[in-house]
């Protein structure tokens, strides 16, 4: 019997979590809504737990695909969302601190689409047959949008929108503020490159194994894509000064150089050699990096670092389940269990797992509400990401 049958507690908050269609809001009070990236990234972790919150996710997503050009909100024909309140109290809740936000979906996300076609790409071979001609078409879409505008000077970027007019930091570190928000359009950031290149190999198979034969035409530019993305990732972020991949680039060649977790985020992807996987895995487990219950986010030896910070020191379950499953995917057994042991201790210390928190450079945890901003509980990747641990071996 596994911890997750011996208590209810995950259960119900995933529960909580349900929306009316099955899949899952982000997190409460603040993200009461359909997330691209979160709600994707949740019903990845709870694949063999509950398949059914990934059909409902994948359906949500492909009714609300993007199918215009609309800059005023990110809309590209193909894109994935970001962000969708299907419930108005909740939109009008969060528009308070939000002005730009609009009543329909925004589209103002980097990895929304690469990582809509990575859980469809698991999705499929168990994919009731009625759906799956529909969502198909959703893929191709997705993977259209990558190839004939995602993808910019061989990366997949996004443009800065005006300040005031939308989200500043497209990618998952939305909250790390001036990190990237200095950087100049495009924005390219590493993890996402993984994501993308994962993305890319998945829909080579897709094509294969469900697209008639009009499809493959495709393959020839996603190989040429692929190959780009994977042979250019060390030329433009791979930094000898720090033997570390930057955390980002911009459209001036210019990387913001802070030591990050974000580079964990390529592992699983296989867009690594041998080498750079284990330059990857070694700096992720330094003693500035690595604490007793978890990986922070960014480097102690950094000047900004600051413990109690959204995403500038703190610790994110959800980021490390994806460094975790790169560990898994790529041979790091033992590394793999051992992350896994330090987030299963946070939890059990806390009694809870929120959306992030905090640990000391002494290497205790920190109340949450001394955290900058009060993390979201429930929150369903953090959630998402106990269920699979608890679950996995």
Known sequence: M?????????????????????????????????????????????LDYDPTIAFSTIQALSSLQGSRIERST???????LHEFY?????????????PWLTRGPSYFSVDSTPLFLILAEKLLPIMPEPNLSKIYLSIINAIKFLLNNGIVNEFLGYEKTLVGAGIQSQSWRDG????????????????????????????????????????????????????????????????????????????DGVAEKAVTSDPGHLLFSGILSAKQEKDVVDRLFDNDMITDFGIRTLSTKERCFDEKAYQRGSVWPQDNWIIAMGLKERGYGNLYKDLRERIIEAYEKMGMM????????????????????????????????????????
């Open 2 to 46: 596994t911890y997750l049958e011996d208590s209810n507690k995950l259960k119900d908050e995933i529960n909580e979590l349900r929306s009316k269609k099955g899949y899952l809001y982000a997190g409460l009070p603040k993200f009461r809504a359909l997330f691209g990236r979160d709600s994707v990234i949740s019903a990845w972790q709870l």
């Open 176 to 251: 790390i503020g001036d990190m990237l928000e200095k950087l100049k359009s495009p924005v390219f950031t590493v993890g996402v490159q993984g994501y993308t290149y994962g993305a890319l190999s998945g829909a080579i198979q897709i094509i294969k194994d469900f697209g008639p034969d009009t499809d493959r035409d495709l393959i020839e530019n996603i190989v040429e894509s692929a190959s780009r993305i994977k042979n250019r990732l060390t030329d433009n972020f791979w930094l000898d000064e720090t033997s570390f991949f930057a955390i980002a680039t911009d459209g």
């Open 86 to 98: 299907d419930d108005e109290e909740a939109f009008l809740l969060r528009k308070q601190a939000i």
């Open 74 to 80: 990110g809309e590209y024909p193909g894109k994935i």
């Open 354 to 393: 929120p959306e992030y928190y905090s640990v000391t450079k002494k290497g205790e945890l920190v109340d949450i509400d001394k955290l900058r901003i009060r993390p979201c509980f429930p929150q369903a990747w953090s959630a998402g990401a106990m269920v699979s641990f608890l679950q996995g071996e």
